[in-house]
């Protein structure tokens, strides 16, 4: 192939623009005087000062911190355990059940997971007496139910690729089940852990139909309340909030992508070694 | 050999703690909340709270949610609107998709990264702020609006010149937007198949003597359909039930399914109409999500024959 693929240049060129176009002029107009947030009034951070007085924004934001945080750290946990289980557990009572349960949340629309979610909180509150009020509880269990599924899936990738003779090995020669876990088993999808926790995090932040099913009255997430000024049109305000959160998602994503490129060369450097040495 | 290693982890109850703690979690938090929307697409609505009872006529069995959903021509509208939508926005995506997975295939290592990372990047910000960014630039008033109409009144005789283009709240601006955001959805299933062909068919072909065109249509194509199909579920399936987009730059009046399901739920307060109208996109979605599920499992077993030493 040496012709020059002008063609598919082009469109990559095309692709890239739309994609990034639109976040552009989001994040030039946040820089906007004018209180119009499409018509250019001269540069101006006022729309920043005032988003940080704004005691219902660092409110909301803190409260989808604090639910991303602890149902990101729970769905690792319960997402790498099922993963482990589907890939290292060729038979088990009820498998099948379970990876269709696995696969589900992946493709089920949001707005039927919400208000199956909602249904089962009512009807728990009302049978049960808990929970019984919806909110941090609510949200933070949906969360964590559709987003431990997206760490399975990458644990379980990971897990198919992984040399299943290494831990092996280690039963062979006498280790306990914790210690081949603990040694040989999450250091090799440790990686994948973590970009799964990653993804759960964001996941979660990021999640504004099934919150705005589960939460109740005075809970409100940052996306639930980006969610009801944006119904109402655009505003600067808001252009400054998505611009604070694309710096701090990009710059999160770039330090993250290289860890982990650099944690995925130094394993491979580190496997090439120890065949050499063991030739 | 993997069978030795379960058995053994079996003996010590970790098996047991590692399966069932994860299951007992999707049971009570996924699968019951299903069947409770299953039972209550036969219910009766009531004006108590919770508004639903199982009573009247026939209480096992109640189809009157059901016989709605094809008597009033809404339902139907609003599942015809979605389909279609869902549908032009896939064969976009896979139209601008595909030459530009193709395309990533084309260019140095070091290029492939960055533009990976820059078809990634967008996938971890909001979507919510993606599709307002679409709102700031398809406004009456905004710089793109006026490009586009400026454009238009020049290439168009007078007759035709119109003071700003119309884009909020159309199904135009639906699909649009779930192109921008379902994008990457399509790229990249499509760059991982494009990826893994081999480069010395097509260079088989071109020394046979056949025209790029050629070699693309007889050799590259027909090899990437798998991954064509996996992007197109990716993009058809989440884009049927898709409610934030529809509700900020989608037509009012022609509403799509998942928005239909959410009015129902929350303004009608009509839970067993709206778990009816769920069960309904589910069986319409059951055919889509078994091909990308068989297309899956297949790539997973690739996946799993290659990990293998």
Redesign the interface.
């Given at each position: 192939?040496n012709?020059r693929?002008l063609?598919?240049?082009g469109?990559?060129c095309?692709?890239?623009a739309?994609?990034?176009?639109?976040?552009l002029?989001?994040i030039l107009?946040s820089f906007n005087d004018s209180r119009?947030?499409?018509?250019?009034g001269g540069f101006s951070t006022k729309w920043y000062a005032e988003l940080f007085r704004n005691d219902k924004v660092i409110e909301a934001a803190l409260l989808s911190l604090r639910i991303a945080l602890i149902s990101a750290t729970f769905a690792t946990i319960?997402?790498t355990?099922?993963g482990?289980?589907m890939a290292?557990?060729?038979?088990?009572k009820?498998r099948t059940l379970?990876s269709g349960?696995?696969?589900?949340?992946l493709?089920m629309?949001?707005?039927?997971?919400?208000?199956?979610?909602?249904?089962?909180f009512?009807?728990m509150a009302?049978w049960l007496g808990w929970p019984a009020q919806r909110g941090f509880t609510t949200i933070t269990?949906?969360h964590?139910?559709?987003s431990?599924?997206f760490v399975t899936t990458v644990v379980h990738?990971r897990m198919?690729?992984?040399?299943?003779?290494i831990?092996?090995a280690a039963?062979d020669l006498g280790s306990?089940?914790?210690q081949v876990?603990r040694d040989i088993t999450l250091p090799v999808i440790s990686p994948a852990i973590f970009s799964g926790w990653l993804l759960a995090f964001?996941i979660s932040i990021?999640d504004?139909?099934i919150s705005n099913?589960v939460t109740g009255p005075g809970n409100t997430t940052l996306?639930i309340l980006?969610?009801s000024k944006?119904?109402l049109?655009?505003t600067p305000d808001?252009?400054a909030l998505?611009t604070i959160?694309?710096v701090i998602?990009?710059i999160?994503?770039?330090i993250a992508?290289t860890l982990l490129q650099r944690a995925e060369k130094r394993r491979l450097r580190d496997e090439r070694m120890a065949y050499r040495d063991n030739l | 050999?993997?069978?030795?290693?379960?058995d053994?982890?079996n003996k010590?109850g970790?098996?047991a703690?590692?399966?069932w703690?994860?299951?007992i979690?999707?049971?009570v938090?996924?699968?019951?909340?299903?069947v409770?929307?299953l039972g209550?697409s036969f219910a009766t609505r009531t004006s108590t709270a919770?508004p639903f009872g199982f009573g009247g006529e026939d209480p096992i069995l109640n189809l009157e949610s059901y016989q709605r959903l094809f008597s009033d021509t809404l339902y139907i509208r609003a599942y015809l609107t979605s389909v279609g939508n869902a549908v032009v926005a896939t064969v976009f995506c896979l139209l601008?998709?595909y030459?530009?997975a193709?395309?990533?295939t084309?260019?140095s290592s070091t290029w492939r990264t960055i533009?990976l990372?820059?078809?990634?990047?967008?996938f971890?910000?909001?979507?919510?702020?993606?599709?307002?960014?679409?709102?700031?630039?398809m406004?009456t008033?905004?710089?793109?609006n006026r490009l586009l109409t400026d454009i238009w009144n020049a290439l168009t005789p007078e007759a035709w010149e119109i003071a700003h283009v119309t884009m909020m709240n159309t199904n135009f601006a639906v699909v649009l937007v779930m192109v921008?955001s379902y994008?990457p959805f399509m790229?990249l299933p499509l760059y991982a198949n494009l990826e893994r062909l081999d480069?010395a068919l097509?260079?088989a072909a071109?020394d046979l003597g056949s025209r790029?065109l050629r070699v693309f249509w007889d050799v590259t194509l027909p090899q990437s359909i798998p991954g064509i199909i996996a992007g197109g579920m990716l993009v058809f399936?989440?884009a049927?039930?898709?409610?934030?987009i529809p509700?900020?730059v989608g037509d009012a009046s022609s509403p799509m399914i998942?928005r239909v399901?959410?009015d129902e739920?929350t303004s009608s307060r009509d839970?067993p109409m709206?778990?009816a109208v769920?069960v309904a996109?589910?069986v319409l979605?059951v055919v889509p999500?078994m091909v990308?599920?068989y297309f899956?499992s297949r790539a997973?077993a690739v996946?799993?024959t290659?990990?293998a030493?």
């Open positions: 192939m012709r693929p063609f598919l240049i469109m990559l095309f692709g890239f739309f994609f990034y176009i639109p976040i002029s989001m107009f119009l947030a499409t018509v250019w319960l997402g355990m099922t482990i289980a290292r557990f060729r038979r088990f009820g379970l349960l696995v696969t589900a949340p493709v629309p949001e707005v039927i997971t919400g208000i199956a979610s909602l249904m089962l009512i009807l009302q269990l949906a964590i139910t559709f431990m599924v990738s198919i690729q992984a040399d299943v003779s831990e092996e039963v306990k089940p914790w876990l964001t990021d504004v139909v099913f996306p980006i969610w944006v119904k049109g655009v808001i252009n998505a959160t694309v998602v990009g999160g994503v770039i992508g | 050999m993997t069978a030795r290693l379960s053994w982890f010590r970790w098996a703690l590692i399966i703690l994860p299951y979690w999707l049971v938090f996924f699968l019951i909340p299903f409770i929307v209550m919770p601008i998709g030459p530009m193709l395309g990533l084309r260019v533009l990372m820059l078809v990634i990047l967008p971890w910000t909001s979507f919510l702020l993606r599709v307002y960014a679409w709102m700031g630039l406004g008033n905004s710089w793109f921008y994008l790229i480069p097509d260079e071109m790029p399936i989440p049927c039930g898709e409610l934030i509700s900020l998942g399901i959410s739920f839970w709206a778990s769920a996109l589910l979605l999500l990308y599920s899956e997973n996946k799993a290659k990990g030493p």
